[in-house]
């Protein structure tokens, strides 16, 4: 069983990057068909797909957010990363990391960031 | 980019009631179409896969129906468990608003 969970700092400055690591255990961020993903979703409202990174390294990025977003994976600490620039408050969210599959998913229980000063 | 529009933004019903949730796709995305349950304080869970595959585990009161651009999410019978909010979702990116199952 996959098990998935984020970390990184729950408060950052406005204007700061958010660097948030998602660390994958029981699976391997290189193997399979999966996408490997960052969603959002801020206090009391929906769900805002953030961004993929593919198995084979591509990326998909929500274009209201692309100019902002990098998604990485570190394949020898089998993680994956997401950096979010000129943070505002905003981007006040839980932020969850995800392995979406054609037929299965796998989420973290999710990190609370919050931009503050 | 696809847009997603679910209704009704919140649905009242007693349990042991039909719950009807629609999705909407402002393109065709054929079948790729998944839908989440998200209960308070929990993560995402998948109900349906391919607009009408129940995941693993699922129970049968689950199903999901739909092509093109119209999709739809039934709840047979609604347990008290069942009250929660639920998302659908396009080739594992954009989400709809979601929709809040809530008691009567």
């Known amino acids: 069983q996959v098990l998935l969970q984020e970390s990184g700092p729950g408060l950052v400055k406005p204007s700061e990057t958010l660097s948030l690591t998602c660390t994958v255990s029981g699976g391997s961020v290189s193997s399979g068909s999966y996408y490997w993903s960052w969603i959002r979703q801020p206090p009391g409202k929906g769900l805002e797909w953030i961004g993929n990174?593919?198995?084979?390294?591509?990326?998909k990025y929500n274009p209201s957010l692309k100019s902002r977003v990098t998604i990485s994976v570190d394949t020898s600490r089998n993680q994956f990363s997401l950096r979010l620039s000129s943070m505002t408050a905003a981007d006040t969210a839980m932020y969850y990391c995800?392995?979406?599959?054609?037929?299965?998913?796998?989420w973290g229980q999710g990190t609370q960031v919050t931009v503050s000063s | 980019e696809t847009v997603l529009t679910q209704s009704p933004a919140t649905l009242s019903l007693s349990p042991g009631e039909r719950a009807t949730l629609s999705c909407w796709a402002s393109?065709?995305?054929?079948?790729?179409l998944a839908w989440y349950q998200q209960r308070p304080g929990q993560a995402p869970r998948l109900l349906i896969y391919d607009a009408s595959r129940r995941a693993t585990g699922i129970p049968a009161r689950f199903s999901g129906s739909g092509s093109g651009t119209d999709f739809t999410l039934t709840i047979s019978t609604l347990e008290p468990e069942d009250f929660a909010v639920y998302y659908c979702q396009q080739r594992s990116i954009t989400f709809g608003g979601g929709t809040k199952v809530e008691i009567k």
């Open positions: 995800a392995r979406l599959d054609h037929d299965s998913s796998a």
């Open positions: 393109q065709d995305v054929s079948t790729y």
């Open positions: 990174i593919y198995y084979s390294g591509g990326t």
